[in-house]
């Protein structure tokens, strides 16, 4: 099961476990967070597409750590009149981990169980086939 939530003006497709950074967020590592605004569901049960959100559907996570991107330079030039400008940003981000993902039944995602290799289906009798 993965759903599509928004956060600080982006989307993120998560499912549960998944590790996200996102804008910042009020926080120490260890709190938990909760995202809202659920556009889509998909599951077992099918597919929800929200219009624009879907109803009672939200994400739950835990913050894992309060982080900073590098340093990118931001630089203008006005080229023969000697104008210059430089300035320098760090983003700040959050990093989340989404522990829980509840749909709008109240009911929360399957935990994701490991696909069994199991032996090839033994091939059928003709006579079941036309049958």
């Given amino acids: 099961m993965f759903a599509v939530i928004k956060a600080g003006g982006k989307q993120y497709k998560v499912a549960a476990n998944d590790v996200i950074r996102v804008e910042r967020l009020d926080g120490e590592a260890g709190d938990a967070v909760a995202f809202g605004e659920v556009l889509m569901l998909d599951g077992e049960g099918g597919t929800v597409v929200g219009s624009p959100l879907v109803e009672g559907a939200s994400v739950a996570g835990e913050v894992v750590d309060q982080i900073r991107t590098r340093k990118i330079i931001v630089f203008k030039k006005r080229r023969r009149k000697n104008s210059r400008r430089s300035h320098g940003h760090r983003q700040s981000l959050t990093v989340v981990r989404i ?33």
């Fill in 99 to 131: 522990t829980d993902i509840m749909t709008a039944a109240g009911e929360t995602a399957p935990k994701a169980k490991r696909a069994q290799k199991t032996a090839a289906p033994a091939a059928e009798a003709p006579e079941a086939a036309q049958a």
